[in-house]
């Protein structure tokens, strides 16, 4: 078991590892065109109709994010960082997610469809 708890976070940390230097190494190189929505609203001409969102501009990650880059920091490290960041975050998140629903599994109660029939 503690060989397979090895492998595994090797596993993990490995993983982790190249999500975050594609995040960090890739991200500067990323297009400067628009993508998605904002493409569609410059090709059909109605990005200046866009009305401003008070509500998403107050949230906390509204001040520290600015598009796919970090507000403050030097502008050859913002994506990077931004990067970066995002990639952490969603691993904490997605661990986090992991464990309590991990723990909510093993919690000792077997689900009825696991458990065997009486003889």
Do not use: C
Request: a negative charge; glycine letters at 10%; aromatic letters at 6%.
């Amino acid at each position: 078991m503690n060989q397979n708890r090895s492998r595994n976070s090797v596993f993990i940390l490995t993983g982790l590892g190249v999500a975050v230097a594609i995040a960090t190494l890739v991200s500067p190189f990323a297009s400067s065109d628009p993508d998605g929505l904002d493409r569609v609203a410059l090709d059909l001409e109605f990005e200046n109709q866009r009305k401003e969102d008070l509500h998403a501009t107050q949230r906390p990650l509204s001040q520290i994010f600015d598009e796919y880059a970090l507000k403050g920091v030097p502008q050859g490290l913002a994506t990077p960082l931004a990067g970066l960041v995002g990639t952490l975050a969603t691993f904490g998140l997605a661990w986090g997610a992991g464990k309590l629903l991990a723990r909510g599994s093993s919690d000792g109660n077997t689900p009825p469809h696991a458990e065997s029939p009486e003889p």
